[in-house]
């Protein structure tokens, strides 16, 4: 196993979930790109939750990615990608509900 890659991985796993529990826990929802105040109609609570969860989920699978890789093989890698577009949709469907 790559230990740079290791670092890496878990350097940016704990950014996520230090962002998901800033984000979902503190509220502090000027961290989510594209997020406005004054034009936000939806429910602020629920995609500061939503939010925060989907990062905390992503950062544990990152953590945890190159072990999985290294069991696993390649397809761990195809199932990482869609548990990552998949948490994207959700939060642009929260996003744009209003």
Do not use: H
Request: charged share 15%.
């Amino acid at each position: 196993m790559d230990s740079d890659g290791l670092i890496i991985t878990t350097i940016v796993g704990l950014i996520c979930i230090a962002l998901g529990y800033l984000i979902g826990y503190k509220k502090m929802l000027f961290l989510i790109a594209g997020y406005n105040e004054d034009t936000f109609e939806g429910d602020k609570e629920k995609l500061a939750k939503g939010t925060g969860v989907v990062l905390i989920i992503s950062g544990i699978v990152t953590i945890l990615f190159p072990f999985f890789l290294y069991w696993f093989g390649n397809t761990v890698g195809i199932i990482y990608c869609l548990i990552i577009i998949i948490g994207v949709i959700v939060i642009i469907r929260m996003k744009s509900k209003q």
